[in-house]
């Protein structure tokens, strides 16, 4: 097959990992440079690409220490953006843009690094090309830290947001513990239809013993009856009770435990926040002791000072693997982890991103307590592989050093 150039762009939510991801695209690009001639990344995804905003990364990251900096270096370094590209059937104009940039690039080989809603475009751009003989090669590679990716055991990125989170909650279980005043903190976890995040709240518990009292999910309908025993009887056995949350929490009829304005993204997806409000509202109606409330909020996502080091060894394995199922020809695949039976470890395989493309993975029944509001051991036990090891971050004035990519005469 001839020579061609690739185009690599990231979408959606940032994580502490989705460059690690980046830099395993690079690096196997760069051993492939028998078939990939240049390797373009696209500013802001789709939405850059659009706009020809493209950058030389071979160019950028000629240097391999910036590569290991890459990998140490939160949030989406080329941008994000969240579009949803129509039905080609419908209207075909974006495409015909979308692809007559990679005929003048000669683009063969399109990866595409985000969630669910980043594998619509990629099934989308691999249906259009397929259709009208393109010859372009789509490829999905998993990110997201909620976790609800379809045919993965789990997605890059999850795993070191969840080590911050398990983190953050044993930090503040301690700080609570200090006081002999009754109280109750909610601590409010991102996850809107999944409780995969949520989920590591529990991991203290199974560590040392010391853990939340209570940990509710979407996957369950959450009932203020019962929210107002169980709060009432951790209280009688100590003063200070900490639970934790999903943002995306609903009651029985469906309507959201937190605030809701309504507001949706370009994937129809609503803008929550307030369900710990929510929650120590009720507590200081019902009970009437002191509580706080606490949102995780965007910094659960790219904390990189607390990135697992299985999370950045996997995500670097699966972008490379990527390159190597389209320089096959594998159009229209998703890469994906298959968790090996016994000692940890993950293998790699591709899947049809039609099956994860706007499909939400829910958390297991076995992972969730017969109450419906803590974990099992199941779960800490799928769990603390994926939030294993520590990376060594490089620092200079006491905080920590990240990659830039140059651009048009500025860093950005």
């Known amino acids: 097959?001839?020579?061609?150039?690739?185009?690599?762009?990231?979408?959606?939510?940032?994580?502490?990992?989705?460059?690690?991801?980046?830099?395993?695209?690079i690096r196997a690009c760069l051993d492939s440079t028998d078939r990939i001639g240049a390797l373009y990344g696209a500013r802001y995804g789709i939405e850059g690409l659009l706009n020809e905003e493209l950058i030389d990364l071979f160019e950028q990251f000629s240097d391999k220490a910036q590569l290991r900096l890459l990998e140490r270096t939160p949030s989406s370094v080329l941008g994000s953006c969240r579009i949803r590209l129509p039905d080609a059937c419908e209207d075909d104009s974006i495409y015909k843009r979308i692809f007559n940039i990679f005929e003048r690039y000669r683009v063969r080989y399109f990866f595409y690094i985000g969630g669910n809603d980043s594998m619509d475009t990629v099934s989308k751009l691999n249906k259009y090309s397929m259709m009208n003989s393109c010859n372009v090669i789509t490829i999905g590679i998993p990110k997201t830290v909620d976790n609800?990716?379809?045919?993965?055991?789990?997605?890059?990125?999850?795993?070191?947001?969840?080590?911050?989170?398990?983190?953050?909650?044993?930090?503040?279980?301690?700080?609570?513990?200090?006081?002999?005043?009754?109280?109750?903190?909610?601590?409010?976890?991102?996850?809107?239809?999944?409780?995969?995040l949520a989920l590591a709240a529990g991991l203290p518990g199974y560590i040392n013993g010391h853990g939340v009292d209570l940990v509710y999910l979407p996957e369950r309908a959450f009932s203020k009856i019962e929210f107002i025993s169980s709060v009432s009887s951790a209280l009688e056995t100590h003063p200070n009770v900490v639970i934790a949350v999903s943002e995306g929490i609903r009651y029985a009829d469906g309507t959201y435990v937190g605030d809701s304005d309504n507001r949706t993204d370009a994937f129809g997806h609503r803008y929550l926040g307030g369900a710990a409000r929510a929650l120590v509202d009720i507590v200081d109606r019902r009970i009437g002791c002191k509580t706080r409330a606490i949102e995780l909020n965007l910094l659960q996502r790219c904390a990189a000072h607390l990135q697992s080091a299985t999370d950045i060894s996997e995500s670097i394995r699966i972008g490379k693997a990527a390159v190597k199922a389209a320089i096959k020809g594998e159009g229209g695949r998703m890469l994906a982890f298959e968790r090996s039976s016994g000692r940890y470890f993950s293998k790699i395989k591709t899947v049809n991103a039609d099956d994860v493309a706007n499909r939400v993975k829910n958390v297991p029944d076995e992972f969730i307590n017969k109450d419906g509001n803590g974990i099992t051991r199941a779960c800490a036990e799928y769990l603390l592989p994926l939030i294993s090891g520590e990376i060594k971050n490089e620092y200079k004035n006491g905080l920590p050093v990240y990659c830039t990519i140059k651009q048009r005469g500025q860093y950005v």
Do not use: F
């Not at 700080?175 to 601590?187: E, G, L, N, Q, S």
């Open 148 to 196: 609800d990716l379809m045919l993965t055991d789990h997605t890059p990125g999850y795993g070191s947001a969840a080590k911050y989170v398990a983190t953050s909650v044993l930090e503040i279980l301690r700080d609570c513990a200090v006081y002999t005043a009754k109280a109750v903190t909610v601590i409010e976890i991102m996850g809107r239809d999944a409780g995969w």
């Open 1 to 25: 097959m001839l020579r061609a150039n690739a185009i690599v762009g990231q979408s959606g939510g940032p994580t502490a990992a989705i460059n690690a991801t980046l830099s395993g695209v």
